[in-house]
């Protein structure tokens, strides 16, 4: 799990704030308990892989960030957020596996080392984040919830926690590109007309949807400048989990959390 590089160290003028990192980790097949189609580091638990595979998977995790808790989402394609002031816990007769946030497709917090996770393995997770505000969020960002508009949603969160937009540092993770994302020209359509700038051309010359396109375009929109892609193709990439190229399958995670040290 390699830290993708976030920003440095940064200190809030006069305040008692303490520096605050921002940190981020996009996960990989690789490492993990699952078998079969999860194969190995499936992150979820709503694919109907071995509850205590992932258990471990998340368990894994935990350990090697450092977090005090990690937060994943029962996620819907919607537009909903959640606000975590504190880790969920396992509750018995669970396996030790917390239960996921139910039915949200966004996450934010502020409490330092609760690292908060979307899944996903094909759809873009979002990953947001304010160091001087000391505010982290994560937002799952599918064509549904992406046209829904679940990235005013997250960012109007964390601005209600203290964040700035202009402050923002986004990161959209590896997703289904738009040379490889066809779709019936109506839904192209639709969705370039709810996420503008979306629309693409697949390498066979047909529709497509380029969603981190369309995302990067909003989040200027928000007053979000400083955006980072990773450019990896789930669907090429043989090292991450993709619905579209696999069907069944795990999901990845993309991660974030404050780190005071
Ligand atoms: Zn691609």
Redesign the pocket.
Known sequence: MPDSPGPAPVRAGGGTRRPVRIRRVVTTRAGGRSGGPFTSFNLSLGVGDDPAAVAGNRARVVRELGLSGLAFLRQVHGRDVAVLREAPRARSGTGGVAPDVADVDAVVTDVPLLGVAVLAADCVPVLLGDPVAGVVGAAHAGRVGAAAGVLDAVVAEMTALGAEPGRLEALLGPA??????EVPPAMRAEVDAALPGSASTTRTGTAGLDLRAGLTRRLAALGVSRVGTDPR????DPDLFSHRRDGRCGRQAAVTWLDPR
């Open positions: 289904v590109c738009g040379r490889c994302y193709c789930t669907i090429e």
